[in-house]
């Protein structure tokens, strides 16, 4: 009786064991992958800020003013160049 206690019992033991490593492994496992994901959120929050910098420089009023008038040779409109058109009512 013993003899099938002991062999049951170290069966037993072993099982433990090798879940415990497997446990053990994928705690590993994941935590690596969590530190491999909280590095790209960090990655990406870098860029963000960036694109959000880029967003507000190129997108000031006297930039866009200055490349229209450099790229597209557009001058700013004066009143004496302004053309008014006059509705025609229809009869």
Same mark, same amino acid.
């Given at each position: 009786?013993?003899? @099938? #206690? +002991?062999?049951? #019992?170290? =069966? !037993?033991?072993?099982?433990?064991? #090798? $879940?415990?490593? +497997? $446990?053990?492994? &994928?705690? @590993?496992? #994941?935590?690596?992958? /969590?530190? @491999? %994901?909280? $590095? /790209?959120?960090?990655?990406? %929050?870098?860029?963000? =800020? &960036? /694109?959000?910098?880029?967003?507000? !420089?190129?997108?000031?009023?006297?930039?866009?003013?200055? $490349?229209?008038?450099?790229?597209? +040779?557009?001058?700013?409109? !004066?009143?004496? @160049?302004? &053309?008014?058109?006059?509705?025609?009512?229809?009869?």
């Amino acid at each position: 009786m013993s003899t @099938r #206690l +002991n062999i049951f #019992l170290a =069966t !037993t033991l072993i099982a433990c064991a #090798l $879940s415990l490593i +497997n $446990s053990q492994y &994928q705690a @590993r496992r #994941l935590f690596i992958e /969590l530190e @491999r %994901e909280q $590095s /790209l959120s960090k990655q990406y %929050e870098l860029q963000w =800020t &960036q /694109l959000k910098l880029d967003q507000s !420089t190129f997108g000031k009023h006297a930039r866009i003013e200055a $490349s229209a008038a450099r790229d597209l +040779n557009m001058v700013v409109v !004066t009143p004496d @160049r302004t &053309q008014y058109l006059k509705a025609v009512e229809a009869k």
